[in-house]
């Protein structure tokens, strides 16, 4: 069996909802928060209480820093790099109906704030407190990480490889050096906290494979500090290319810059939920009221050790010669595909052509399709997602007069079944000047 880990993100991710989605799946939640309390994360404690949106019940996480809620942004971190000064803030213990009849877009964001904790979709707040957080570079948090928390290596690794993705994304906003980047939505210590909890969380569940939903992102613009900005923010969009994401009628930045980092960074790959037996579910809960349940979805579940999910990939050519196409299929092979086969087909204005399929694996795609395109003359591919069942295999060596014979064995559904490998048997063919049944009758 292998363990299985989905990632519903219908309602975007952040920080504090994956941290508290995940919560929820572990044997011991509140033995969790009190490890994360004991860190010895500078001024911050970490709580979990339960919440309900839509109905529904699951978790809601809060960090507090000096004994005062961070319910501030963690949405666009553009202009977050020159401080204050913003009059236009919204206190954040008002009621969510005020909030969301006070604000143009329903999260609320107001970008530019030196605050740095991830939004919970929906925190407002001013001033008031007087916390004011200083930018802090890369050099801090690595300092911060990896010598005043007591963590395995594994996640320290993962906590900067987050951050290094945030950075990266901001520089490229700027327009400036990674060097020169300091982090004041992100960077201190409530976030910090955000991005521990996720990493150590996802190293106890620790999941053999990842897949995460296409990522709603919201719609509409965000107010920062220097204008006005569309959603997804650019910090945001940045570290979300490549990936699959889509609007929709909710209005406001569902997606923080922190959500997309440690989806990007945990995802194995991006897709609908995959077969699997559902063992448990977790629910982290955003404080903003929607017309949807807030709330990121997270799924364990166990596939079968058989279950096998491959793409196949299609196109027809009428146009190749048979050389060119075993050219195609051995550099096909050479990329990754777990098999190459040809179906000859009747095409348009009667002409003879070739059905090319090619299966393969999600994490080689874009090379399997370059492959394609690269070697057939073919325009067009299709694709089919599918669900193999495949045997257990494995492969020894016997040790015989001949020298080395791989044996493959495979064995599922109460069937084993053993092979000798070809290229031995052709080996010992040639060399005794025999047919290859006689070889194999030889090593048997």
């Avoid at 290596?153 to 993705?165: H, N, R």
């Avoid at 080689?364 to 045997?391: A, H, L, N, P, S």
């Avoid at 494995?394 to 490998?421: D, F, H, I, N, Q």
């Amino acid at each position: 069996m292998g363990k299985i880990l989905y990632l519903e993100c219908a309602m975007g991710a952040a920080g504090d909802m994956l941290t508290a989605a995940l919560l929820e799946l572990v044997p011991d939640p509140e033995g969790f928060i009190g490890k994360m309390n004991a860190l010895g994360i500078p001024g911050v404690s970490v709580k979990a209480e339960r919440a309900v949106s839509c109905g529904i019940t699951g978790t809601h996480v809060s960090v507090r820093v000096g004994g005062a809620e961070e319910e501030s942004f963690d949405a666009d971190m553009q202009g977050h790099l020159h401080g204050h000064g913003h009059d236009e803030e919204f206190h954040g213990h008002e009621h969510e109906d005020e909030r969301h009849h006070d604000h143009g877009d329903e999260h609320g964001h107001e970008c530019g704030h030196e605050h740095h904790h991830d939004p919970d979709h929906g925190h407002d707040h001013d001033h008031g407190h007087g916390h004011h957080h200083h930018g802090t570079g890369m050099d801090t948090i690595r300092h911060i990480v990896g010598e005043h928390l007591e963590l395995p290596e594994k996640v320290k690794e993962d906590i900067l490889a987050v951050y290094g993705l945030i950075a990266e994304a901001e520089a490229h906003a700027h327009g400036m050096p990674l060097e020169d980047i300091h982090f004041h939505e992100v960077g201190t210590m409530d976030a910090i906290a955000d991005v521990a909890a996720v990493c150590l969380l996802m190293n106890e569940i620790n999941p053999d494979e990842v897949v995460v939903s296409p990522v709603h992102v919201g719609s509409g613009m965000v107010k920062c500090a220097h204008g006005i900005l569309p959603v997804p923010a650019p910090a945001t969009a940045y570290i979300l290319r490549d990936l699959p994401i889509y609007g929709g009628e909710i209005r406001g930045e569902l997606c923080t810059p922190t959500g997309a980092a440690l989806l990007k960074h945990f995802a194995d790959r991006f897709g609908p939920m995959p077969l699997m037996k559902l063992k448990a579910v977790g629910l982290g809960m955003g404080k903003k009221v929607f017309p949807a349940a807030n709330c990121v979805r997270a799924m364990l579940g166990e596939t079968d050790a058989g279950a096998d999910e491959v793409i196949e990939f299609s196109c027809n050519v009428d146009d190749m010669t048979g050389e060119a196409v075993g050219f195609a299929m051995e550099r096909l092979f050479e990329a990754g595909a777990r098999d190459v086969y040809t179906v000859p087909i009747g095409m348009k204005k009667s002409r003879p052509g070739l059905l090319i399929r090619v299966l393969a694996k999600e994490s080689d795609r874009e090379r399997i399709e370059g492959c394609i395109f690269k070697y057939t003359t073919t325009i067009g591919i299709r694709e089919c997602r599918m669900e193999r069942c495949v045997m257990q295999r494995s492969t020894e060596t016997l040790e015989t007069a001949y020298g080395p014979v791989r044996v493959k064995k495979s064995s599922g559904r109460g069937v084993v079944r053993e092979k000798l490998e070809h290229e031995d048997l052709a080996r010992i063919a040639r060399e005794l000047g025999v047919s290859l049944q006689e070889a194999a009758k030889l090593v048997q």
